[in-house]
């Protein structure tokens, strides 16, 4: 009999919290059993940031033997690496000192690998594929919104023709819409153009744009869910983002200027430039 995968969130909590170090963002951490039915307990940490690293392949040392430590179960580590640089590809920890030795090898996968079989992610049933496209896309069309909403809008309406699951679909939805950032204008303009392929389709996606409350003040919850918005696009393409940063995004009550940061965050070609426009904002 088939076992599922257990997720281990709280335990996550506890080797994340343990870590005497910055702070830092492991995905998921899951249970699962081998096909001879022994238990392992897998370690996903999804690496997101656009940029270098030093320190990467030490912190996925520090989770490894966290997990390992605190639970004493085997642990494989994953990671999952989205930034521009062809040749950054870590996939190990070690040091020696007075003849003791410590290594970690740990499997890579590389998104950017994926443009060359641009053609097997649009035919591939996989969900993950879509996400694949839509991160590539994004880090495509950084600086160039109109092309971003044209993919965005290619990407959401290909989830139609995939045989997914309605609420998979949402899902997805929801993953492209939050990585594949838009100015208010066009994010305006391809909910109209959603709006109108369902109806021509009569094959309503979701209803749960109203229930989101994204951006624009149309609901409860909006300021938060805008710092939200730009805090999530600055980790996605920079990478960790200080905490005076945040204090000052959590700070900013207006829409409008609130709205300014989102396309900032957007566009700026990097944090300290981000940072030099949100001083001369506030």
């Known amino acids: 009999m088939t076992k599922i995968p257990e997720s281990l969130e709280k335990e996550l909590k506890r080797i994340t919290a343990s870590a005497k170090t ?9 249970k699962v059993w081998l096909l001879r039915g022994e238990e392992v307990w897998i370690l996903i940490h999804i690496e997101i940031q656009s940029q270098y690293e030093e320190n990467f392949p ?4 520090i989770y490894n033997y966290r997990a390992f430590d605190l ?7 994953l990671a999952i690496l989205g930034d521009e640089r062809v040749n950054w590809r870590p996939d190990s920890y070690n040091y020696t000192i007075a003849g003791c030795e410590v290594s970690l090898k740990f499997p890579t996968v590389k998104l950017l690998d994926y443009e060359e079989n641009w053609s097997e992610l649009e035919t591939s049933s996989n969900p993950f594929a879509i996400i694949v496209m839509a991160h590539l896309k994004t880090k495509a069309t950084t600086g160039k919104l109109p092309q971003r909403e044209q993919w965005k809008w290619k990407l959401i309406r290909g989830l139609y023709e995939k045989e997914f699951e309605r609420e998979q679909i949402i899902k997805l939805f929801e993953i492209i819409d939050n990585m594949m950032t838009l100015s208010p204008e066009l994010q305006s303009s391809l909910e109209s153009k959603i709006k109108q392929f369902e109806e021509e389709r009569t094959m309503p996606l979701m209803s749960n744009m109203e229930l989101r409350g994204i951006e624009r003040g149309k609901e409860i919850g909006v300021l938060e869910k805008s710092r939200d918005a730009i805090k999530t696009v600055l980790t996605v393409r920079f990478g960790q983002i200080s905490s005076e940063i945040e204090e000052i995004i959590g700070k900013m009550t ?3 200027i609130l709205e300014e940061l989102l396309k900032l965050a957007a566009t700026a070609n990097s944090l300290a430039e981000f940072k030099q426009s949100l001083a001369r904002i506030q």
Not at 58 to 61: G, K, V
């Open 58 to 61: 030490q912190r996925m040392y």
């Open 22 to 30: 910055k702070k830092r963002f492991a995905d998921k951490l899951y």
């Open 254 to 256: 207006n829409p409008t």
């Open 71 to 77: 639970y004493q179960k085997p642990v494989i580590s």
